[in-house]
């Protein structure tokens, strides 16, 4: 049977389609319309659906709209009590209700009474838990799942058992830790529900003096939820303007607030864990994007292994309502092995890229080798391979690969991207090294949802991945997952000793991640890149813009 998943109410819009129980694609919307995020999460914007998204996960599977068995829609407006955002959130009510029709529209064939709602929180908790490999039978686990908000509550702690999710809490709105975690985002001058990051990111130069006063105002209630009560974040740090230098009030606020909302999942995951006895937690929501809190929980918490969604936001809602529907008919969901599931193209495709651009281009023997010897030149390469990854993480197919070991690299990279200088640069790693080079944290750790400690003898090798706090989020690297990437690290070792590398996003800031060869070319020639690696094709800066 075939189900098609669709995220659309708030941001991160996104489909994805499962098939016989196989996850076959899925894609943001973003990838394809350019626009970061798809869209702003606006009550008005609820009607904007991932169409393209869509029309391309069908094309992926050679089907079309009328092939289609269910689809399955991540919120439910029955559950909508009241009004939370005045007339507005009656507006989003009211997309949501005609979605059916909306989406007959957008995919012409497809029969709206096929659509079935599935409540935001269960379809984030389905990507989580039926997508981790826990849920055949005699593998069960927990899941926990916190974002900014839902249909009507912005937290779900339940437990999956052969594939069934009882839900055990929730915890109702205006109670949100990922609504107060956008309101520290903007009173910092970021823009909410898109750089929250940011804020965990300035949390390492700053000290936690806040803490005692936020614990008053942001606590948990000893029945699986918590309360938010109204923050005067002004009384702790002045608001600044997009753009404006920071202070160290500001930054001892972001790290006041980071420490408070790593305690308090801390207490929310004691508590799941005593209702259900389970050594296995399955993560979702925007929440569970925070790798820093990820990585606390899984030091002090109680459960033995931790799995986060890899598109944790409200993007993995597509992938999640597309499971949900497929296990309620019937379909055990195969377990999500890696993350690209976007789009790819062939060799012969790419060629004629290059080809109808006029860009000059070699083709190397030795794709892996020629790579790293320009990284071991210290030049920075556009790294474009396979499918695109699903999510907001650059997993090895649409990167910025740079030398670790020269510490201004930092600097050339953030500049490359147009980002503030304060954020860090994450190492990608050979999974077999990965222990000797870092400490604390999980190994293997593919999805960068985890920081790790730098172990002190390694930090002064790798200082262009090294954070302020001596932390990296790593991503670890396998042949059996990845044998090119792998293969680049092999050959980057042979000829600096050091099995690590710089990844970060193929994109500059505001722009969503590169995804196809035209956005590749683009970014490349737009950005002081050295090198771009598409598929088994070289571009060279010197050549290209040979005067």
């Not at 393209?52 to 089907?63: D, F, I, K, P, S």
């Not at 790593?474 to 000829?495: C, H, K, N, W, Y």
Request: charged letters at 25%.
């Amino acid at each position: 049977m075939k189900f098609l998943g669709i995220n659309a109410i708030f941001h991160d819009p996104a489909a994805a389609l499962v098939v016989d129980g196989e996850i076959v694609a899925a894609a943001e919307e973003e990838r394809f319309s350019r626009r970061k995020h798809g869209k702003r999460p606006l009550a008005f914007s609820a009607w904007e659906l991932p169409e393209l998204a869509a029309a391309w996960c069908l094309r992926e599977a050679g089907l079309s709209p009328e092939d289609i068995d269910a689809v399955a829609y991540s919120y439910d407006p029955s559950l909508v009590v009241g009004k939370p955002e005045g007339d507005w959130g009656d507006l989003r009510t009211r997309y949501a209700v005609r979605a059916p029709a909306f989406l007959s529209t957008a995919l012409p064939g497809l029969d709206p009474g096929q659509v079935s709602y599935v409540p935001h929180h269960v379809a984030h908790a389905a990507s989580a838990g039926l997508a981790s490999q826990w849920t055949t039978p005699g593998r069960d686990c927990a899941v926990l799942v916190c974002d900014g908000r839902g249909e009507n509550v912005s937290h779900l702690a339940g437990r999956y058992r052969d594939g069934e999710l009882e839900v055990l809490a929730t915890q109702e709105l205006p109670h949100s830790l990922g609504l107060m975690y956008e309101d520290v985002t903007q009173h910092l001058g970021f823009l909410r529900s898109s750089d929250e990051y940011k804020v965990m990111a300035m949390a390492s130069y700053g000290t936690p003096r806040h803490l005692d006063a936020l614990r008053e105002v942001i606590h948990t209630t000893g029945d699986g939820g918590f309360r938010v009560e109204p923050v005067d974040w002004g009384g702790y740090a002045k608001a600044l303007r997009k753009g404006a230098p920071w202070t160290s009030d500001h930054a001892d606020l972001a790290a006041s607030v980071q420490a408070r909302l790593e305690e308090v999942v801390l207490e929310l995951a004691r508590w799941l864990h005593e209702r259900t006895g389970e050594r296995r937690l399955a993560l979702a929501g925007g929440v569970a994007l925070n790798c820093v809190a990820n990585t606390r929980l899984l030091d002090e918490g109680p459960f033995e292994e931790i799995w986060v969604q890899p598109a944790a936001g409200d993007s993995g809602t597509a992938l999640g309502g597309a499971l949900h529907l497929a296990h309620a008919y019937g379909e055990p969901a195969a377990p999500m092995t890696g993350a690209a599931l976007g789009r790819g193209f062939t060799d012969e495709e790419l060629g004629a890229w290059l080809d109808v651009a006029r860009v000059p281009h070699t083709r190397p023997r030795d794709l892996a080798a020629a790579v790293a010897a320009e990284l071991a030149a210290d030049r920075i390469v556009a790294w474009f391979q396979g499918r695109s990854e699903y999510g907001p993480r650059a997993l090895g197919h649409r990167s910025l690969l740079a030398h670790p070991g020269h510490a201004r690299n930092t600097e050339r990279l953030n500049d490359v991207k147009g980002r503030e200088q304060f954020r860090p640069i994450a190492p990608m790693v050979l999974e077999s090294r990965a222990a000797q080079i870092f400490g604390r944290g999980p190994v293997p750790s593919p999805y960068m949802l985890f920081v790790h400690d730098v172990r002190p003898e390694w930090a002064p090798r790798i200082p262009a991945v090294v954070h302020v706090d001596g932390t990296a989020r790593i991503q670890t690297v396998s042949p059996g997952a990845d044998p090119l990437m792998a293969r680049v690290l092999s050959e980057f070792e042979a000829r600096t000793g050091l099995p690590v590398v710089v990844n970060t996003s193929l994109n500059t800031a505001g722009r969503p991640m590169v995804d196809d060869p035209r956005d590749a070319l683009e970014c490349f020639g737009s950005s002081p890149v050295d090198v771009l690696a598409l598929g088994p094709y070289l571009v060279r800066r010197g050549e290209v813009f040979a005067s």
